[in-house]
């Protein structure tokens, strides 16, 4: 919990930074240690102050008091107590503990999102979970990708400034920022990262300013944008054709886009390094025009119009089996993880049944078997999605939690429900086990809100003392998964 609580404030910090130019150069937020530092400057001008008072919620008469000149060490304002350093002549640092933090303070941090806040939901911030794939496209050459790990992004120009950071989500937006080196190019600074995607700003004398050399960007909720980059994981090579004027990586990753991810060409052939999360991708080229599969990778899958697709698979595999139906002539895997498709993954017989090795990234899906035509669910897996004339088998790669309701042993249907799954009443059904109800499921990093429908009554989970109320006065129960 404290965790959770310690990004959101660092969020906050940030964003009240990147929402407008620094005052100075000097860092005015920080948390460190568990506590909130900022930084006052008594050579500001009388605008400067009234920013940073509207960015921080201070007080601005405990500023004045502070800026005259105060000798005291603590200072009381909001029915909240700051510690007082003086540093010199003119700055002083305050701070105070995460723990002192008001209601009207977390209120703030919480009024846009009270359901479901998280530090990953935050413009700026990212789960890297839920990023599939990503392609770099800088205008100029000024992000290079070494062995290890390392990347070295280099801003062009600037040769005037006089001190240049950068800041992002990879050290969760730090005011102080990783300091940059200036070459006969611009600026540079080398990050060792794991490979992902990634905002970041630079901050140029004090000012922040989004990447201009970098065409991708986003909004960052705040009128202006964060520039992105990606730490590849995986090079594609086509050999040949170099005679091609144009050749296009295009896959299940990036929903089969035509012009996205144009390829470089080098002395063998094309290539094009990209981020690809872990799991099961299908992939082909567009080579001016025509496609066609990768001749180097013997990996592949019908594409449904007689043809294939080259596959591509990265991680542990998880093996499928449905067990017996022997005389079967036919047996196909589908799932939401490959869009239900009743032609793709033919599954291989086994001398118990059927069974097909599929690398699937952490998270929750649905799946059935078809034999010779007719849909199955696993009945090896009790685990199951109820969709009213049918259940879906249900499996969860790498749960991060586990729902768990004591007792009722005699009834016949228990389901757990909550902002995760939009207060479905059908999904997800639990299964007894040892006297116990269970469900284990895959959630990434925050708060959500749940509840067990008990054969239809709406129950409180009696094993979690943390619960919130609801527009029925009845209550939720809260859930905190931790990044």
């Given at each position: 919990?404290?965790?959770?609580?310690?990004k959101?404030?660092i969020?906050?910090?940030?964003?009240?930074?990147?929402?407008?130019?620094?005052?100075?150069?000097?860092?005015?937020?920080k948390f460190?240690?568990?506590?909130f530092?900022?930084?006052?400057?008594n050579?500001?001008?009388?605008?400067?102050?009234?920013?940073?008072?509207?960015?921080?919620?201070?007080?601005?008469?405990m500023?004045?008091?502070?800026?005259?000149?105060?000798?005291a060490?603590?200072?009381?304002?909001?029915?909240?107590?700051?510690?007082?350093?003086?540093?010199?002549?003119?700055?002083?640092?305050?701070s105070?503990?995460?723990?002192?933090?008001?209601?009207?303070?977390?209120?703030?941090?919480?009024?846009s999102?009270?359901?479901?806040?998280?530090?990953?939901?935050?413009?700026?911030?990212?789960?890297?979970?839920?990023?599939l794939?990503?392609?770099?496209?800088?205008?100029?050459?000024?992000?290079?990708?070494?062995?290890?790990?390392?990347?070295?992004?280099?801003?062009?120009?600037?040769s005037?400034?006089?001190?240049?950071?950068?800041?992002?989500?990879?050290?969760?937006w730090?005011?102080?920022?990783?300091?940059?080196?200036?070459?006969?190019?611009g600026?540079?600074?080398?990050?060792?990262?794991?490979?992902?995607?990634?905002?970041?700003?630079?901050?140029?004398?004090?000012?922040?300013?989004?990447?201009?050399?970098?065409?991708?960007?986003?909004?960052?909720?705040?009128?202006?944008?964060?520039?992105?980059?990606?730490?590849?994981?995986?090079?594609?090579?086509?050999?040949?054709?170099?005679?091609?004027?144009?050749?296009?990586?295009?896959?299940?990753?990036?929903?089969?886009?035509?012009?996205?991810?144009?390829?470089?060409?080098?002395?063998?052939?094309?290539?094009?390094?990209?981020?690809?999360?872990d799991?099961?991708?299908?992939?082909?080229?567009i080579v001016?025009g025509?496609?066609?599969?990768?001749?180097?990778?013997?990996?592949?899958?019908?594409?449904?119009?007689g043809k294939?697709?080259?596959?591509?698979?990265?991680?542990?595999?998880?093996?499928?089996?449905?067990?017996?139906?022997?005389?079967?002539?036919?047996?196909?895997?589908s799932?939401n993880f490959?869009?239900?498709?009743?032609?793709?993954?033919?599954?291989?017989?086994?001398?118990?049944?059927?069974?097909?090795?599929?690398?699937?990234?952490?998270?929750?899906?649905?799946?059935r078997?078809i034999?010779?035509?007719t849909?199955?669910?696993?009945?090896?897996?009790p685990?199951?999605?109820?969709?009213?004339d049918?259940?879906?088998s249900?499996?969860?790669?790498?749960?991060?939690?586990?729902?768990?309701?004591?007792?009722?042993?005699?009834?016949?249907?228990?389901?757990?429900?909550?902002?995760?799954s939009?207060?479905?009443?059908?999904?997800?059904?639990?299964?007894?086990?040892?006297g116990?109800?269970?469900?284990?499921?895959?959630?990434?990093?925050?708060?959500?809100h749940?509840?067990?429908?008990v054969?239809?009554?709406?129950?409180?989970?009696?094993?979690?003392?943390?619960?919130?109320?609801?527009?029925f006065?009845t209550?939720?129960?809260?859930?905190?998964?931790?990044d």
């Amino acid at each position: 919990m404290r965790k959770i609580l310690e990004k959101i404030l660092i969020t906050l910090v940030a964003i009240m930074a990147c929402h407008a130019p620094a005052v100075a150069q000097e860092v005015l937020g920080k948390f460190e240690n568990g506590k909130f530092f900022i930084v006052l400057d008594n050579s500001w001008t009388e605008a400067q102050k009234a920013k940073v008072i509207d960015q921080y919620q201070l007080d601005s008469a405990m500023v004045a008091t502070v800026l005259k000149g105060t000798s005291a060490t603590e200072i009381k304002a909001n029915n909240q107590v700051w510690s007082v350093n003086k540093l010199d002549a003119n700055r002083y640092e305050l701070s105070k503990s995460l723990e002192s933090l008001s209601g009207d303070d977390w209120g703030r941090i919480w009024a846009s999102d009270p359901e479901q806040r998280s530090p990953l939901k935050e413009p700026g911030y990212i789960d890297q979970s839920t990023v599939l794939f990503g392609f770099n496209d800088f205008k100029k050459n000024s992000f290079f990708q070494e062995e290890g790990g390392a990347v070295r992004i280099v801003l062009q120009n600037k040769s005037k400034s006089n001190q240049v950071v950068i800041t992002g989500s990879f050290n969760n937006w730090s005011t102080e920022g990783i300091p940059m080196k200036r070459t006969a190019e611009g600026w540079e600074v080398k990050l060792i990262l794991k490979p992902g995607k990634y905002y970041y700003k630079f901050i140029i004398d004090g000012y922040w300013s989004y990447d201009q050399g970098n065409n991708l960007r986003e909004d960052d909720g705040y009128g202006n944008y964060n520039s992105v980059f990606y730490v590849s994981n995986k090079r594609f090579r086509l050999k040949g054709h170099g005679e091609a004027t144009t050749v296009v990586l295009t896959g299940s990753f990036n929903e089969w886009n035509t012009r996205k991810v144009k390829m470089s060409k080098e002395p063998s052939g094309w290539y094009a390094d990209v981020y690809l999360r872990d799991g099961t991708h299908t992939y082909k080229f567009i080579v001016d025009g025509n496609w066609i599969h990768d001749p180097e990778n013997p990996n592949r899958l019908p594409d449904g119009l007689g043809k294939y697709n080259s596959v591509v698979a990265q991680g542990t595999p998880h093996v499928f089996r449905l067990k017996g139906y022997q005389s079967a002539q036919k047996v196909v895997l589908s799932g939401n993880f490959n869009s239900w498709r009743e032609d793709e993954l033919q599954m291989k017989k086994s001398d118990k049944g059927w069974e097909f090795p599929y690398v699937l990234s952490p998270g929750n899906y649905e799946y059935r078997f078809i034999v010779d035509g007719t849909w199955v669910s696993d009945p090896s897996n009790p685990y199951r999605i109820d969709k009213g004339d049918h259940d879906n088998s249900f499996l969860s790669i790498a749960p991060t939690h586990t729902f768990i309701l004591q007792g009722y042993p005699t009834f016949s249907k228990v389901v757990v429900s909550g902002t995760f799954s939009d207060w479905s009443e059908a999904n997800y059904v639990m299964v007894l086990s040892e006297g116990h109800w269970q469900f284990p499921i895959h959630l990434a990093p925050g708060k959500y809100h749940y509840k067990f429908l008990v054969n239809g009554k709406w129950t409180l989970d009696p094993s979690n003392p943390h619960f919130e109320e609801n527009e029925f006065g009845t209550g939720n129960s809260v859930l905190w998964i931790e990044d």
